[in-house]
């Protein structure tokens, strides 16, 4: 079955516990990319990448580091948490089409609760 | 930078009952996307439309570019329709990210 993935699916934990987000997707895409969502700001991206060992900021990238060494996965890592980043993570991913991103495929999220 | 405006904000709807969700972008896209986001969280893609018309089962959705608007049609509306449609956009800029607009939360009632 054609999917993304996200472990966890849930996470509490605390200011400054460094904390790493699994993204992995089976369906041999070239462009992976995070978002937040939170209540009233919709949904912001953090990082993207278009390939492998190529990655670049999105809008809201402070806080938050990326790595794609392996075209399947594009994890998230947040070396010292803060309660701002408390948030549902959302992992996607798409085959690259006519400049963009073309059609994306979420993953099942990933809600983070810093304490 | 793009606006994405959908409307309306909320909707609530007996079941059966037909609705019509409107999705506005104030420039011209690459492609739109609907999607619905159902009470766990999760984002399912309901329609990749840059342009024309799709139908899959009761929804239906239809791009105008040139226009630029979509909309999103909901037939016979079941309470597992309950959620949040966003519409997506992306404009032609390598590596950009989906544009989302803030959704239409629709409860349908048995």
């Known amino acids: 079955e054609a999917q993304v993935t996200q472990n966890p699916r849930y996470l509490i934990t605390v200011t400054g516990k460094k904390l790493t987000v699994t993204c992995s997707q089976n369906?041999?895409?070239?462009?992976m990319s995070w978002y937040r969502q939170d209540p009233g700001l919709g949904l912001r991206q953090i990082y993207y990448?278009?390939?492998?060992?190529?990655?670049d900021k999105g809008d809201v990238p402070e806080g938050y580091k990326v790595s794609r060494k392996e075209k399947r996965n594009f994890p998230l890592i947040l070396e010292s948490p803060s309660p701002n980043q408390t948030s549902l993570y959302f992992c996607?991913?798409?085959?690259?089409?006519?400049?963009?991103?073309?059609?994306?495929?979420f993953g099942p999220g990933t809600r983070l609760t810093v304490l | 930078g793009i606006q994405v405006e959908q409307s309306p904000p909320d909707l609530i709807l007996q079941e059966g009952a037909n609705s019509t969700l409107r999705c506005n972008f104030s420039?011209?896209?690459?492609?739109l996307q609907w999607f619905h986001q159902n009470p766990w969280g999760q984002l399912i893609n309901l329609f990749y439309?840059?342009?024309g018309t799709k139908q899959n089962g009761r929804l239906s959705a239809t791009t105008v570019a040139t226009e630029r608007y979509s909309l999103l049609y909901i037939s016979s509306s079941q309470t597992t329709d309950s959620g949040v449609y966003f519409c997506?956009?992306?404009?032609?800029?390598?590596?950009?990210?989906?544009?989302f607009g803030k959704g239409t939360t629709l409860s349908v009632s048995s």
């Open positions: 996607a991913s798409s085959t690259p089409l006519a400049g963009g991103p073309g059609e994306q495929f």
């Open positions: 369906m041999n895409h070239e462009y």
């Open positions: 990448s278009m390939n492998v060992e190529v990655t």
């Open positions: 420039d011209s896209v690459n492609n």
């Open positions: 439309i840059p342009s």
């Open positions: 997506a956009v992306d404009v032609n800029q390598a590596g950009t990210a989906l544009i």
